[in-house]
């Protein structure tokens, strides 16, 4: 039961940095500056989440609950990582269009006004891109999964079910910190796949590859199509035609199932196993 609660206190921790980020942040703003607008919230958004970013960073590192080392990186993995990034792109359709199928609750976005602005900052990109799938990757997979999946002083090989259980706890938690409706199926779906490059690797990198791939698309279609919401369905993107979309939807699902099966045969270094576990950054 130890590693269940270690899981909970990483999740804290996480959370709690990011808190105490975000009240020393908007107590300043509040000194130097007076109203909410959105900007201000946009401005409040990205400070707080660089700071946090750094002292999640620093505090796993430190406590060593997440490992790092270059093991992974010097296997070359770029074709397995190239593997990975594709699937991210292709994954896109298929995943907001099951997505925009769910009831209107799931569907809520709470943070709609702040994303159009941060949507358009490079420091947007920044915190979406760059920050958050590294910092997510490592507190979900590289410290709460590696510990979820390491086997205790007996050393006895972990069954399918206990490492399945384990990822979907991981993408649970992952899900819920997003704290918004419109992104936790999604975040779930996707924190099942990232939990299984984990294990699948022993490394975050292909988990942070991904996570960043996806993260990046958003700001490339604001970038290309700068007239859409924030929150324009798909069907928007092919101008209403239904044709076009089933037809991109089937082709994308199809290419998804083909990069997975090259990605479940590709030799992609080594899988997590031992009391120490064997994650790495």
């Given at each position: 039961?130890?590693?269940?609660?270690?899981?909970?206190?990483?999740?804290?921790?996480?959370?709690?940095?990011?808190?105490?980020?975000?009240?020393?942040?908007?107590?300043?703003?509040?000194?130097?500056?007076?109203?909410?607008?959105?900007?201000?919230?946009?401005?409040?958004?990205?400070?707080?989440?660089?700071?946090?970013?750094?002292?999640?960073?620093?505090?796993?590192?430190?406590?060593?609950?997440?490992?790092?080392?270059?093991?992974?990186?010097?296997?070359?993995?770029?074709?397995?990582?190239?593997?990975?990034?594709?699937?991210?792109?292709?994954?896109?359709?298929?995943?907001?269009?099951?997505?925009?199928?769910?009831?209107?609750?799931?569907?809520?976005?709470?943070?709609?006004?702040?994303?159009?602005?941060?949507?358009?900052?490079?420091?947007g990109y920044i915190v979406i891109a760059l920050i958050a799938p590294l910092m997510e990757?490592?507190?979900?997979?590289?410290?709460?999964?590696?510990?979820?999946?390491?086997?205790?002083?007996?050393?006895?090989?972990?069954?399918?079910?206990?490492?399945?259980?384990?990822?979907?706890?991981?993408?649970?938690?992952?899900?819920?910190?997003?704290?918004?409706?419109?992104?936790?199926?999604?975040?779930?779906?996707?924190?099942?796949?990232?939990?299984?490059?984990?294990?699948?690797?022993?490394?975050?990198?292909?988990?942070?590859?991904?996570?960043?791939?996806?993260?990046?698309?958003?700001?490339?279609?604001?970038?290309?199509?700068?007239?859409?919401?924030?929150?324009?369905?798909?069907?928007?993107?092919?101008?209403?035609?239904?044709?076009?979309?089933?037809?991109?939807?089937?082709?994308?699902?199809?290419?998804?199932?083909?990069?997975?099966?090259?990605?479940?045969?590709?030799?992609?270094?080594?899988?997590?196993?031992?009391?120490?576990?064997?994650?790495?950054?």
């Amino acid at each position: 039961m130890k590693k269940y609660y270690d899981a909970l206190l990483y999740t804290f921790s996480f959370l709690g940095l990011q808190v105490l980020a975000t009240v020393i942040v908007t107590l300043v703003m509040r000194m130097v500056h007076d109203g909410g607008t959105t900007d201000m919230k946009v401005l409040t958004i990205i400070a707080a989440s660089v700071i946090s970013g750094v002292m999640v960073c620093a505090l796993f590192c430190a406590l060593r609950w997440c490992e790092t080392g270059t093991y992974y990186l010097r296997q070359r993995p770029f074709k397995f990582l190239c593997l990975t990034a594709l699937l991210a792109v292709t994954m896109i359709i298929p995943m907001v269009t099951v997505e925009e199928m769910l009831p209107d609750a799931l569907q809520e976005n709470h943070l709609e006004d702040v994303f159009s602005v941060m949507l358009s900052s490079a420091w947007g990109y920044i915190v979406i891109a760059l920050i958050a799938p590294l910092m997510e990757e490592m507190v979900f997979r590289g410290a709460i999964l590696r510990r979820l999946l390491q086997t205790g002083e007996s050393g006895t090989p972990l069954t399918a079910r206990q490492i399945w259980s384990g990822i979907a706890l991981s993408s649970l938690l992952f899900s819920m910190i997003h704290g918004n409706p419109a992104q936790m199926p999604h975040a779930f779906v996707i924190g099942l796949l990232l939990g299984w490059l984990y294990y699948r690797t022993g490394s975050i990198i292909p988990g942070v590859v991904y996570h960043w791939v996806n993260n990046s698309i958003p700001f490339l279609l604001v970038f290309i199509n700068p007239e859409y919401a924030v929150d324009a369905e798909v069907q928007e993107y092919f101008d209403g035609n239904v044709t076009l979309h089933a037809i991109c939807f089937a082709v994308s699902a199809l290419l998804s199932v083909v990069l997975l099966a090259l990605l479940v045969r590709h030799p992609s270094g080594f899988a997590v196993r031992g009391q120490k576990g064997s994650a790495e950054v």
